[in-house]
Structures are given as C-alpha cells and as structure tokens.
C-alpha cells in the first residue's frame, strides 16, 4: 500500500492527541494498559501499525470521538499494512509458537493426517480451520505448523490476509508476495491475477511447500491462493464459513473442555499455580467457557499482579454485569475480538445480534428471533445466517440457534450501548408477551376445554398439534420461563397466573421437569399478589403434586394442601376441595398411612363425581387402588383399576378423550401389576407390554416401573433375554429421569440375568 503525501503518521497523531488531553506518557499508559516503552516507540515511529486491541484501548483512554476516532483508528490499519509490506517473507518463516500451548490433541492428529492425504489429478490438499473469536486459529495453526514442518524440506509460508480488518489483503497482492518468497524477481511477476495464480500453482506443483494462510475473509481472497495439486499443503484459518470453497477438509475449532481449559490456565500461571486454590483456579476455566483467549487474558491478570487472589477474581467473573469487563489485559480485551467479527455485519445482522440478547434462555430458534428483531422472517433467516457465518452464533441440525456465554455477554453490552432506553424497553414488550402467550397457548393443548388454538395466527402454526406444542415447550423451556420471572418482578401477575394454570395438565406429560416448582410457585405468588383465593388454592395444589414427583416430599405435600384447603374453604372453590383431599391422599400414600390415604382419596372421589368431573374421578380411584394393592389386597385393587379402565374405554361417561388415552396406559400398568402378584404371569406380561407400547417413549417413573416390573416377570417365566432387555431399558429410563439408584439396581440385574 502506497503512503498518502502530507498525512501526518500514526505516530505524530497520537502524539498529538496524546499532548490535547494533557496526560503524560506513564499516565496514557495507566488508563489504557498499553506499556509506556511501546507508547514511546508508536510517538516514534518505530511502531507504525500497532494491534487493533492496542488501537481501540488507546482510543477508549483518549476519549477519542467521531471522524477523530475513525481517522486514528485508520492510520493504524494503515500502518500495519505497510509493516506487512515491509517485512520479508522468506521460505520456512512461522511466527513464534507458545510454550504453554494445550490441547487440540485430536485436532493436531488431523493436520499431521492432512499432510499425508491424497488428493484427486489436479486438486491440491487444502485444511480449513474455522472457528469463531477468541478460540485460538491463529496460535492452532501456527503449533501445527511447526510439529508438521519437517515434512515440508522446501519451505512453510505463513501469510496474514488481515480478513477482519476494513481492507483485506487482495488476492493479487497475496500472490505478489508468495511469488517473491518463492524467489521470483518482481520483474517476473506478471501484471494479471490470472497469471500470478498460474506461476504460483506451477511453482508449488513440485515442492513440498507448506502455506499458512491466516485469517482470511472471503472465497474470492483464497481461491487463487490454492494449489493445484501436487506434495504442496495448505491451511486456512477463518471466522466466516467460506462455505463457497469445494475440495477442503474443514476442522472447526470448539472451545476447550474443561481439564484442558484448566491445564492452560495453569501452564499460564506457572509457578503460580501451586498459590492458587483448585477450586478457584477451576471456577475460572469454566467461567472462560473454553476461549483460549480468555484464558491468556485471565492468566496474564493474575501473573501481572501476584497480589491478586484467584478466588477473588472469580467472583468478579461470578457477576455477569461485570463480567466482560473484567476479560481485558494490557492491549488484549476479549470484547474487541468479538467486535471485530461484529464490525464485519451488515446493519440488519447487527440489530439481530444484540437484540437477542434479550431471549432469556440458552437457545432459540428463528421466529423468536424475528419477534425480537423486529424483523420479517426471510430478513431474520439472512442475518442468522451471516451470524452463523461469522461464528456469532452455533447452530444446530434441530434448527436451533444459541450464543456462547461470553458472546451473549457482548451482544448485552452492544444492547446497552446502541440502543435507547425506550428502543430496549420495546424490544421487552415484543418478547416477553408472545412468550407468554405461545407458552400459554401450547400448555392448553392439554387442557380439557381447550385444545387446538382457535385464532388464525401464523405463530401459532408451530402449535398445530398437541405433539408440536409439547415439542415447543420443552425445547423453549428457559425461554418461556425466563419471561415468566421477568413478568413476575415487573408486576404483570395476570400474565405470570394464565401461564402457571396453563401447565397444570401438560406437567402430566413431563413430571421430571426440574422447573414445575419454580413455575406454580410463581403461579402461587400472582394469584396472591391479585387476591385471587381459589387461583392460590389451585396453584398451592399443583405444588403438591410437585412435591408428589419422586423423589417425593409428603411432608411439603402437607403442608402444601393444608393450605390450599384453607383457601378453597374458605372462597368455597369445591373442586379445589377435592384436589386439596386427592393430593392429601397421595402424601398420606407415601407415608404409609393407607386407611387414612383411603379416607382422603374416597372423600376426593365422592366430591369430584358429585361435580361431574370423570376425569379427576377415576384419579382419585386409582389412589384408593394403589393403596389396597400395598395393603396386600391384590384383588380388590384389581378390581378397582379394572372400574377405572373402563370408565375410560365409556365415551359415554364425559371423560376428556386426551386425557383418557393419556390415563390408559397408566391403568394398564397397575392392573398389569396386580396381575402380577395375584400369579396371572402371562397375562401381567401382556398388559404391561400393552401399557409399555402405548407410553411410547416417555421417560417417566411410570414407564420405568412397568419396564421393571415387566423384567421381572419375564425372568420368573424364564424368558431370560427378554428380561435383560427390559432391564436394560429401565436402566436408561430412571438414569434419565435422574434415579441413578433405580438405574444402578437395574443394570445390575442385566448382569445377574445373564
């Protein structure tokens, strides 16, 4: 790049600027974490180009605003070019590698593969890395480089395409420079792209020449930059995708897992190390969330100040506030390498990205994040795309999109600094009412009365079966209840209570789903606050249940219900009345009181069928039935599921058909256990394999308790593979669910069936 006559240096701007704010050079070098030695060689000359990071701390201490901003961070790009230009690309030169480099083992296995690979006629062997900020490409290729080099007798290239920078190196200025590394005089070099790519390729054809192509920003930059063919190799390193580029081998760089995070810290940290407590040293790893970057960062901060405590320093990082502040050391801040990838997005991609911020969960999809942009889908699908492309975003083969933590953290502050109050303030009354109500919508599928939405409405499309709408549910879980506690603290509790009583029949569906407490809590909590005495008996009743969900708590049951009938008396709500004396039952059940269980269940059974309410009824049947089966009375339990059974399979009796199909299979499995202990074997394995078959694949402690009980059976009957299986399977089912104990047991039945 040529030198622009009478532009004054980056040097004497930032001087100048330096000199106008009044400050010092050991003062500039305080406030910016730019040492005062490498301020003193930028003011002469001797740095023309520092780092980006180097330039944006610089500018952040001097204020800089404006067309000043713009031109003293110009003149440093400038500059590096220039530096770039300068410097003499000889064969075999690598930058530097780090001593305390860690990891990647299996992805340094897949260069050295690389190296060896074949390719077809007239195709060269290209490596491309991607990843996004922060995750170490550069420094990955530059160790692999190195540990392949021998392999490479004629030579390694490493090259800088500055393709995060406003002015990528262009593919015919590459070509120069690689021409002349190779020994070409700059008289030999043609004028054309075309033929520089054609010189180059013949040159490469027979050397085994390794190419380091580092951050490059576009297909069009790197495709004349290929080989094509021969023993010469190529790697790629990048944000975006390239997804243009046919014939390469592509590794995408992930972040570290845990221990090997934790083992670049420590090799950081040095003799350090050993001063720092464990725990402390592997609450920062995780809170690096596997960024080398982060890493280093966090590593030089406590090298640097060895008075710091590492416990002290994670919890800093513990508040996300604060957080990404604190990812700053010297001229490194992992926020800047965020912002380079940010600078690169289009005005669209740019209000997507920082209003997703605003999405509570962990993971959303592409109309939620059209609600929160504001924008049409088709425009929302481009900016994810550009975002995925970029390595702002991952996503998923389930159509799903998420941030990594610290990205989401930089999109947060990008919300705060670029948009007004009231801009954020609407962008919350977009999200958190069409959560709200798509979550409420998608919980009454369940709901007897309710069912299939009514209103033509094209969100609503994703809600167009009960099976859609439980699939909406779980996958959005964090999202819709995120905005439920946000509602909750702003005070829209009509909001916060039509969505906790929207979930009373669908958490039949997903008992384990660890949130049920915190939903109807906050359920209890608005019916309060809206002094609706039978809605707080009804969600003080739906606590019960949690607490019914095993691992139960009968004790918390108790008190649960004894409250709700306070309530329900007291507003004279009959049917939580019931509930209160039916989730009494269920406690008393698991203490082992029977007789008083039955009194509780018997009295629910007779109010709920005076009401008409056959769906809770055969419920409250079902209770006085388990209770007669653990008092031993097999027969008469049987007799009394059968009455339930068939009070499901009546369309004549009013019970809600999804509810009757859904209660079946639970029927079958008590019946098919009482089967079971009253000696019918075979005809307790029938019904169970029935009840089995119609629960699908739920993962719930009905489901493994008949596969259990189903196993054994089949073991007495001497089907002893048939057995193993169904233990093998029950093992899985508690494991998910989280009964590692059940799980444990199971497995080791397998075994003993064997």
């Known amino acids: 790049m040529c030198s622009i006559i009478g532009r004054p240096g980056f040097g004497e701007v930032l001087r100048g600027h330096r000199r106008a704010a009044r400050l010092t050079l050991e003062r ?3 406030v910016s974490g730019v040492s005062a030695r490498t301020l003193s060689d930028m003011e002469r000359g001797r740095s023309r180009g520092p780092q980006q990071r180097t330039v944006t701390a610089l500018a952040d201490a001097l204020a800089l605003k404006g067309d000043a901003r713009e031109q003293f961070v110009e003149l440093a790009r400038d500059g590096r070019l220039r530096d770039h230009w300068a410097r003499s690309h000889g064969l075999g030169e690598l930058p530097r590698s780090g001593e305390d480099f860690t990891g990647r083992a299996a992805e340094l296995v897949w260069v050295s593969e690389l190296v060896y690979a074949e390719s077809s006629p007239g195709v060269g062997v290209v490596g491309l890395i991607t990843s996004s900020a922060g995750l170490g490409k550069t420094t990955f290729a530059v160790r692999a480089a190195h540990a392949v080099r021998p392999s490479f007798p004629d030579g390694v290239f490493f090259l800088d395409l500055f393709g995060m920078s406003q002015h990528p190196l262009a593919a015919d200025d590459a070509l120069r420079l690689l021409l002349r590394a190779l020994g070409v005089a700059d008289q030999r070099i043609p004028g054309d792209i075309e033929g520089r790519a054609s010189l180059y390729r013949s040159l490469l054809r027979d050397k085994r020449v390794l190419v380091v192509l580092d951050d490059a920003a576009s297909e069009e930059q790197v495709r004349p930059l290929l080989p094509g063919g021969g023993a010469c190799r190529v790697l790629i390193t990048t944000r975006r995708l390239l997804a243009g580029l046919e014939g390469v081998r592509r590794l995408v760089l992930g972040p570290l897992p845990l221990p090997e995070a934790k083992e670049l810290l420590t090799g950081i940290l040095g003799e350090r190390s050993a001063s720092d407590e464990e725990s402390a040293l592997t609450l920062l790893a995780e809170l690096c969330g596997g960024l080398p970057l982060a890493l280093r960062i966090i590593g030089n901060r406590l090298v640097s100040r060895p008075g710091w405590d590492a416990a002290e320093l994670a919890a800093r990082l513990a508040d996300e506030e604060r957080r990404l502040d ?69 996503d998923s083969t389930a159509g799903r999109y998420r941030f990594h933590d ?25 999200v958190m009412p069409w959560l709200l109500r798509m979550a409420t919508m998608a919980g009454r599928w369940f709901e007897p009365g309710y069912g299939r939405p009514d209103r033509p409405d094209p969100d609503l499309a994703v809600l167009s079966s009960a099976d859609k709408a439980e699939r909406w549910l779980r996958m959005n879980v964090d999202n819709w209840l995120g905005v439920m506690r946000a509602a909750a603290s702003s005070g829209r509790h009509a909001l916060v209570l039509d969505c906790a009583e929207s979930m009373h029949w669908f958490s039949d569906r997903w008992p384990h789903n660890p949130h049920w407490h915190e939903v109807f809590t906050l359920g209890a909590e608005a019916a309060a606050a809206l002094g609706d005495l039978v809605q707080q008996a009804t969600q003080l009743n739906y606590l019960a249940w949690v607490h019914w969900v095993p691992p139960s708590d009968p004790q918390t049951m108790l008190r649960c219900t004894a409250a709700a009938l306070d309530l329900a008396t007291r507003s004279r709500a009959t049917a939580q009345v019931a509930w209160s004396h039916q989730y009494t039952a269920q406690a008393l059940h698991r203490l082992g009181r029977l007789d008083d269980a039955m009194a509780s269940a018997s009295r629910a059974a007779e109010t709920f069928k005076t009401i008409g309410d056959t769906d ?34 009546d369309e004549g009796t009013g019970m809600t058909p ?17 089967l079971g202990y009253l000696g019918r074997r075979k005809e307790a394995i029938t019904t169970l394999t029935e009840a089995i078959d119609l629960r699908g694949l739920s993962s719930d402690f009905w489901q493994a308790d008949a596969l259990r009980t189903l196993a054994a059976l089949l073991a007495d009957e001497g089907r002893s593979g048939e057995s193993r299986r169904a233990y093998a399977r029950a093992a899985e089912v508690f494991e998910a669910i989280g009964d590692t104990e059940a799980s444990s047991r199971c497995r080791t039945l397998t075994t003993a069936s064997s």
């Open 326 to 394: 604190q990812f700053k050391a010297g001229d490194l801040k992992i926020a800047n390498a965020f912002g380079m990838s940010y600078e690169q997005l289009a005005d669209c991609a740019r209000l997507v990205f920082r209003r997703l911020a605003a999405v509570p969960g962990r993971d959303f999809d592409a109309t939620l994040a059209a609600v929160a942009g504001g924008l049409p889908i088709e425009d929302t699908w481009d900016a994810l795309d550009d975002l995925v492309d970029l390595g702002l975003l991952q």
């Open 28 to 30: 500039l070098a305080e």
């Open 406 to 430: 610290l990205v989401r953290l930089f999109a947060r502050e990008r919300l705060r600094e670029e948009e007004s109050a009231a801009e954020r303030e609407a962008l919350t009354g977009r």
């Open 616 to 649: 809770s009824y055969v419920q409250s049947l079902a209770i006085v039935g388990n209770c007669l089966r653990d008092e031993g009375r097999y027969a008469e339990a049987l007799e009394q599921f059968l009455e339930a059974r068939a009070l499901m399979d």
């Open 658 to 674: 999804s509810i009757a199909a859904y209660s079946r299979s639970l029927a079958l499995i008590r019946i098919g256990q009482c």
